[in-house]
């Protein structure tokens, strides 16, 4: 812990910050709860949320590459980052009913496609139910899917526990 502290504050101070801190769990725990709307509002809320893992060393890579796409609809991008954990959660804003969905989704897809291309890891945790048909949410499948199956056979023989609702319809 106290060497990834290290290293997280090494990162920090590459990109010549204005400020920045290390917060107690107590005190990060209150930071992700107050940052998790990031204040939108009922008529704005995030219409999608991916969740990328990647090395925190390309963090910063990332975040440049990611400001390259730019919906048509122009819809706000919010992102989360916990370098720690090498993680960015990145948000969509925007009200559903004012955006043209199938353009939404072709967009959404050319990110997972570069994401995953350049070695990311990337999951879909929030979309429109109709785009969960047109894209693929959980993206690689993971070694040990055998096993994985026989486990969901084992335990939901008649599968009636959110069925296909994992990776490779688990």
């Not at 920090?12 to 005190?27: H, I, K, Q, R, S």
């Not at 590459?65 to 090498?86: Q, R, Y």
């Not at 499948?141 to 490779?168: C, Q, T, W």
């Amino acid at each position: 812990v106290v060497r990834q502290g290290q290293e997280v504050l090494q990162l920090c101070a590459t990109g010549n910050p204005v400020n920045f801190e290390m917060l107690t769990y107590l005190e990060a725990v209150s930071f992700w709860k107050n940052l998790t709307d990031f204040g939108w509002q009922d008529s704005t809320s995030s219409i999608s949320a991916v969740r990328v893992s990647t090395n925190f060393l390309n963090l910063d890579q990332l975040i440049q590459d990611l400001g390259k796409f730019v919906s048509e609809d122009g819809i706000a991008i919010g992102l989360i980052l916990n370098p720690g954990f090498g993680t960015m959660d990145i948000h969509w804003q925007a009200d559903e009913a004012s955006i043209d969905l199938d353009k939404f989704s072709k967009y959404l897809q050319e990110v997972l496609k570069f994401l995953r291309l350049s070695g990311h890891r990337a999951i879909v945790e929030r979309c429109p139910k109709s785009l969960k048909r047109q894209i693929d949410v959980w993206g690689e499948i993971p070694g040990g899917i055998s096993l994985m199956h026989a486990i969901k056979n084992e335990y939901d023989p008649n599968r009636i526990f959110n069925p296909g609702r994992f990776v490779a319809g688990i």
